[in-house]
């Protein structure tokens, strides 16, 4: 790995990392002194130097470029990186939202196709690509269902409704709305628990949201029942959109009894999702609600295509007209793959995952023995029982060279290892990952301390994850390793 590069004591003076051209403007003079800096002690390296040790800190990262990235309920996939040269066509790169719509005609019409495409994948009837991330696109499903009832004039439903297996940003985007949120327990099989929705859902409930499948990895089979009651009590049924990549060419929002859903492009679309971004939370809705999307939508008119306004807008989500280049390689991620391509997406994510869970399930309590879709939940409460935790199985599989998956999280399940393969991993790739994850079982077993003490073969060892997330060290010191 060329650890010996991220040492800083391979500084000595004199080495010179650089050559400066031939000074072409007029020399001028220094700073006082007292603005110069003596004891900033950098470092002096040799060009070599310098290059190995910027090599050898690139090695340190992580990415699902170097492994297997099994993150749950981000879909942390590989994306093809031709999408990415598309993306930086000049055409499509060097353009500016504010340029006369005449001359962006192509990319308007990207647009305007790829409102079609995902109005056609989730069944609905209009889509805004406006939103600029999942939590965005959520954000303006709830201001939708707001300014739906409000169009009404009922004003009385003032709570959200939200399973207690939900993504955070769900009662967190209906709070930030002005609303009251209502949590929905779920049953012993990890659905919805229809006696507790029948019970909520009165008058003041103006929608449920519901993630589908949801963050267990489960698809409610009661589906129906659910949009029957909801709707037959004056609510909206809001899907999160989040794990579609489980449902691409098999299933559809819209005839599963769904009003409104937000689609991320960055997670099933072919943008790398992660590390901030970049995102794009487009929202698709029945026909009922499509005077309300955020602005602004593109139109065809006879020879052109052009923006407008919807009739009772919820108004713009931002300076411009979404995350184009996204949108981009979302387009690029449909056109290529086709209506088949898609069924095959969902298809090898929902293999994936159950694969992992049947050949993990005897080895890690499984709470829902059940056929799961693009992600499964096990639980580290067998390990627990024998003083191992959840973190320490976390913490050993950097020893075998991937990235843990989510932990502690849904919080419905105790001691959750939530892992989601993705549809772009080989059986090699999950046969050495299950196979690492069963040498991690048999060592909680036989040698407990291995695991509490891990990682041992990281440039860092375990960390105080609270103190490095609030104070963090950025700064290169001398005599200080990293």
Not at 265 to 290: E, Y
Request: one cysteine or more.
């Amino acid at each position: 790995m060329g650890h010996h590069y991220l040492l800083p004591d391979i500084s000595r003076p004199g080495r010179i990392g650089c050559s400066l051209p031939r000074l072409d403007v007029p020399p001028s003079e220094l700073p006082s002194e007292e603005l110069l800096r003596q004891e900033l002690n950098l470092p002096e390296l040799s060009e070599v130097d310098v290059v190995r040790y910027f090599i050898a800190l690139s090695k340190l990262n992580y990415g699902v470029d170097t492994g297997f990235y099994p993150l749950g309920s981000c879909t942390m996939k590989y994306n093809p990186r031709l999408h990415e040269d598309i993306a930086q066509l000049p055409g499509f790169a060097s353009i500016h939202p504010y340029q006369p719509v005449e001359s962006v005609q192509g990319a308007l019409q990207l647009m305007f196709e790829l409102q079609q495409y995902l109005a056609e994948i989730t069944g609905m009837n209009a889509t805004s690509l406006a939103p600029m991330a999942g939590a965005q696109g959520e954000l303006a499903s709830i201001l939708l269902v707001k300014a739906y009832h409000h169009a009404r004039g009922d004003r009385l439903r003032k709570k959200i409704l939200v399973p207690d297996s939900s993504h955070g940003t769900n009662p967190a985007t209906a709070a930030m709305c002005g609303f009251e949120v209502g949590t929905v327990s779920s049953n012993n099989e990890g659905n919805v628990d229809l006696n507790s929705l029948e019970s909520m859902m009165n008058e003041e409930a103006a929608a449920v949201t519901l993630t589908i499948p949801n963050t267990l990895g489960l698809f409610d089979p009661q589906i129906a029942e659910i949009s029957r009651l909801v709707h037959e009590r004056g609510g909206l049924l809001c899907g999160d959109g989040a794990n579609l990549n489980s449902l691409l060419g098999k299933a559809k929002f819209g005839d599963l009894g769904i009003d409104c859903v937000q689609v991320n492009l960055h997670k099933t679309f072919s943008t790398p999702h992660g590390g901030g971004g970049p995102g794009s939370g487009p929202i698709c809705v029945k026909g009922n609600l499509a005077q309300f999307l955020p602005s602004p939508l593109v139109i065809k008119n006879d020879k052109e295509y052009t923006f407008t306004i919807p009739l009772k807008s919820i108004g713009r989500l931002g300076a411009s007209y979404g995350n184009f280049g996204v949108m981009v390689k979302a387009y690029a991620y449909i056109r290529t793959l086709g209506a088949e391509g898609l069924k095959e997406v969902s298809e090898n994510a929902v293999l994936n995952a159950n694969y992992l869970k049947e050949k993990l399930k005897a080895y890690y309590h499984l709470p829902y023995d059940r056929t799961c879709m693009h992600e499964v939940v096990f639980s580290g409460k067998k390990q627990k029982a024998k003083g191992v935790k959840t973190l320490d199985i976390a913490k050993r599989l950097l020893d075998y060279g991937f990235h843990p998956p989510t932990i502690y999280f849904p919080l419905v399940v105790s001691e959750a290892i939530m892992t989601e393969p993705t549809e772009t991993e080989s059986k090699e790739t999950l046969d050495a990952y299950i196979d690492a994850m069963k040498e991690i079982a048999r060592e909680a077993d036989e040698n407990p301390e291995i695991l509490h003490t891990a990682p041992h073969n990281t440039p860092v060892r375990r960390l105080d994850e609270v103190k490095a997330a609030r104070q963090l060290d950025l700064r290169w010191r001398m005599g200080k390793h990293h």
